[in-house]
């Protein structure tokens, strides 16, 4: 598909051997349409969820506050 289409030529994004796009902030996709679909917003977390986060990204509950701040549920001391 990505030959037939001269992907490569016209916008200037490869493939590697093993089919990552390069460059690396390249992104593709196919979207379909459907007339009952519709967006939904995943809603403010929890403390207990950025303790988890934290916990298993191995980072400071404060720095995960920090990155994550527009969807904390609960004020923070950040």
Avoid: C, H
């Avoid at 030959?3 to 379909?32: C, H, N, R």
């Avoid at 969820?49 to 527009?70: H, I």
């Amino acid at each position: 598909m990505w030959s037939l289409a001269d992907i490569q030529d016209k916008i200037g994004i490869g493939l590697t051997e093993s089919l990552a796009m390069t460059p690396a902030a390249s992104v593709s996709g196919l979207y379909f349409s459907n007339p009952q679909a519709s967006y939904f917003a995943v809603g403010k977390i929890t403390k207990e969820q950025v303790v988890d986060y934290a916990k298993r990204k191995e980072m400071s509950v404060e720095e995960v506050e920090r990155w994550l701040s527009p969807i904390l549920g609960y004020d923070s001391a950040v």
